[in-house]
Nanobody, 125 residues
Framework: QVHLVDSGGGLVQAGDSLRLSCAAS????????MGWFRQAPGKEREFVGA????????SYANSVKGRFTISRDNAKNTAYLQMNSLKPEDTAVYYC??????????????????WGQGTQVTVSS
């Protein structure tokens, strides 16, 4: 069991940057691929990006590619989502998630085993 805590959300203006953090309780954090998802009001949870256990592989949704960067620090049991050039359409609750299957970077909700509680990001125009 991995306990994940999301943090770093807030209210920003369009064009601003924000960095989200995902702290894991387990020292086995490095055994998981990590993903970021978001859910806007009235919409389904959608994939934002993912990073492999060793940081050698990443994957991003087309809507954030070039603006968002995922990283991780296994020594600190923490994953990050750096968000630049934020747009109003990025407004959502953002969730980190852990995937025990490290063979593939997954992009669907069902493939992830553990979830953070979410952190709200609001981008004003």
């Amino acid at each position: 069991q991995v306990h994940l805590v999301d943090s770093g959300g807030g209210l920003v203006q369009a064009g601003d940057s924000l960095r989200l953090s995902c702290a894991a309780s387990e020292r086995t954090f490095s055994s998981y691929n990590m993903g970021w998802f978001r859910q806007a009001p009235g919409k389904e949870r959608e994939f934002v990006g993912a990073i492999g256990w060793s940081s050698r592989s990443t994957s991003y949704a087309n809507s954030v590619k070039g603006r968002f960067t995922i990283s991780r620090d296994n020594a600190k049991n923490t994953a990050y989502l750096q968000m630049n050039s934020l747009k109003p359409e990025d407004t959502a609750v953002y969730y980190c998630a852990a995937d025990r299957n490290v063979l593939v970077l997954h992009s669907t909700v069902a493939e992830y085993d553990y979830w953070g509680q979410g952190t709200q990001v609001t981008v004003s125009s």
